[in-house]
T-cell receptor
Framework: SQTIHQWPATLVQPVGSPLSLECTVEGTSNPNLYWYRQAAGRGLQLLFYSVGIGQISSEVPQNLSASRPQDRQFILSSKKLLLSDSGFYLC??????????FGPGTRLTVL | SQQGEEDPQALSIQEGENATMNCSYK?????LQWYRQNSGRGLVHLIL?????REKHSGRLRVTLDTSKKSSSLLITASRAADTASYFC????????????FGAGTRLFVKA
């Protein structure tokens, strides 16, 4: 069966510090991978998506970046966090172009 | 601009009542999906309806789609306290199929 892992679950970081969030998928090959951010009580904002290794599409220009070093690994990074980077970050995969399956999320607080 | 927008933003009902949530979108679609999110958790896919379908059922869920009005509704019958969650509609829109655009969601609270 397919599963998606995301860590850490919660993270508190000071402004200006780096960020690395990791997402891995098991049980499927060549999935489409997605990073979303969700502000409190709001919908999802698509940040990045990837249709293959090394292929990253950015939806929102900002100080975040994404990488896909392996088929089932998706990493969200920042060199210097801003207060506005606080939020709930969700990784998702899609084995078809339609349905997406989400990880448990990472609650990031930038102080 | 946001593709899917849910209405109402929040809904509070008694256990046993039906809950209806609506979604409107702006561009043509190939399919529309509904997801559920419990507080502080990831989203869970509930149901997908294709653009050539008008109604779909899954357990206590009923989804309708009206492409002429660019709208969809999600009906939860005989609601339970465990149905308390946020519900999002999502469409593929004019994205080539790789992206799913989510609405802002309806927050449903079912009182026991």
């Amino acid at each position: 069966s397919q599963t998606i892992h995301q860590w850490p679950a919660t993270l508190v970081q000071p402004v200006g510090s780096p960020l690395s969030l990791e997402c891995t998928v098991e049980g499927t090959s060549n999935p489409n991978l997605y990073w979303y951010r969700q502000a409190a009580g709001r919908g999802l904002q698509l940040l990045f998506y990837s249709v293959g290794i090394g292929q990253i599409s950015s939806e929102v220009p900002q100080n975040l970046s994404a990488s896909r070093p392996q088929d089932r690994q998706f990493i969200l990074s920042s060199k210097k966090l801003l207060l506005s980077d606080s939020g709930f970050y969700l990784c998702a995969y899609g084995t078809s172009v339609r349905t997406q399956y989400f990880g448990p999320g990472t609650r990031l607080t930038v102080l | 601009s946001q593709q899917g927008e849910e209405d109402p933003q929040a809904l509070s009902i008694q256990e046993g009542e039906n809950a209806t949530m609506n979604c409107s979108y702006k561009t043509s679609i190939n399919n529309l999906q509904w997801y559920r999110q419990n507080s502080g958790r990831g989203l869970v896919h509930l149901i997908l309806i294709r653009s050539n379908e008008r109604e779909k059922h899954s357990g206590r869920l009923r989804v309708t789609l009206d492409t002429s009005k660019k709208s969809s509704s999600l009906l939860i019958t005989a609601s339970r306290a465990a149905d308390t969650a946020s519900y999002f509609c999502a469409t593929d829109g004019d994205t080539g199929g790789f992206k799913t655009i989510f609405g802002a969601g309806t927050r449903l609270f079912v009182k026991a």
